[in-house]
């Protein structure tokens, strides 16, 4: 997947518009965080900004803050 450049893509999905999408986009950069050079990549295409901005939403929230869960333990 990180070879592909599987997350620049899934990072441009991330649309609070489009509601299940994003939430799955999300959940599959979860999957991906696990990994360490997965979550560099994450950190070089400025997805942390693009995450907070989904916090405002509450669909989005529980998702996104596993996500940042993971940024912050690792």
């Known amino acids: 997947m990180i070879e592909l450049e599987a997350i620049k893509r899934v990072v441009k999905i991330l649309n609070p518009n489009r ?12 999957n991906l965080s696990l990994g360490a050079e997965a979550r560099n990549q994450l950190i070089e295409n400025a997805v942390v900004p693009r995450l907070v901005s989904l916090l405002r939403k509450r669909p989005f929230r529980s998702c996104v803050l596993r996500l940042l869960y993971v940024f912050l333990l690792k």
């Open 19 to 30: 509601e299940k999408l994003t939430i799955q986009a999300v959940q599959f950069l979860y």
